[in-house]
């Protein structure tokens, strides 16, 4: 079956503008990571869905971040205002549950590079 | 702050050699324990996952867990060139929250 799939692959944005990035995840997984990756830097954790239940939002680093998924599914990570240090490979990933059980791992979609000019 | 920490590299090893990558971590109650390979340019793939203390084989990959020493590794026998990665650690608590290393890369010369 498909994998995670995101869009826009790429995104060249000028400061100050809001973007919006897409992620559809594996179908049938309950769980959601929006992740972001800098240059030479590890993942950084931005926000979790699981299911119904309200969204973890704890790695957010501003207020200009903003994050839904809709029908348990799609989710849209959205950035206002954009400022240079935004720019990044912002990563989406999906579980078939709570990647800390077993045989439950992530599964990362391409990435969409986001570069703000 | 949880933290998993480990050497950024580059590692260099020959091809046919075993590569040895290494990552600790601060949190006691971490439970499981990730390696992921990372091309470049390419999102993170997962290769191994260990949950208790000992070894873990799987191919030419071995993952050994110390929780003690809250240390977990990752050794790759006879390394290869489509090896050459970054690889990174990934480190799960009692939640759902990952917490990823900052990776180490690895070069494995013909």
């Known amino acids: 079956g498909a994998g995670v799939s995101q869009s826009p692959s790429n995104k060249v944005t000028e400061k100050g503008k809001d973007v919006e990035l897409r992620c559809d995840p594996i179908?049938?997984?309950?769980?959601l990571y929006w992740y972001r990756q800098s240059l030479g830097q590890g993942l950084e954790f931005l926000i979790y869905?699981?299911?119904?239940?309200?969204?973890?939002k704890s790695g957010l680093p501003s207020d200009r971040f903003s994050a839904e998924r809709t029908g348990g599914s799609v989710s849209t990570l959205t950035i206002q205002r954009t400022q240079q240090e935004d720019s990044a490979v912002y990563l989406c990933?999906?579980?078939?549950?709570?990647?800390?059980?077993?045989?439950?791992?992530?599964?990362f979609g391409n990435g969409t590079r986001l570069t703000v000019t | 702050q949880k933290e998993v920490e480990q050497n950024s590299g580059p590692l260099s090893v020959p091809e046919g050699a075993i590569a040895s990558l290494n990552c600790t971590y601060s949190d006691r109650g971490s439970q499981s324990f990730f390696w992921y390979r990372q091309y470049s340019g390419k999102s993170p793939e997962l290769i191994m996952s260990i949950y208790s203390n000992g070894d873990k084989e799987d191919g030419r990959f071995t993952a050994q867990l110390n929780k003690a020493s809250q240390y977990v590794s990752l050794l790759i026998r006879d390394s290869q060139p489509s090896d050459s990665a970054t690889y990174l650690c990934?480190?799960?608590?009692?939640?759902?929250?990952?917490?990823f290393g900052k990776g180490t890369l690895l070069t494995v010369n013909p």
């Open positions: 990934a480190v799960g608590g009692s939640n759902y929250k990952l917490t």
């Open positions: 869905f699981q299911g119904n239940s309200a969204p973890d």
């Open positions: 990933a999906s579980s078939v549950g709570a990647f800390s059980s077993y045989n439950s791992p992530l599964h």
């Open positions: 179908s049938g997984h309950t769980a």
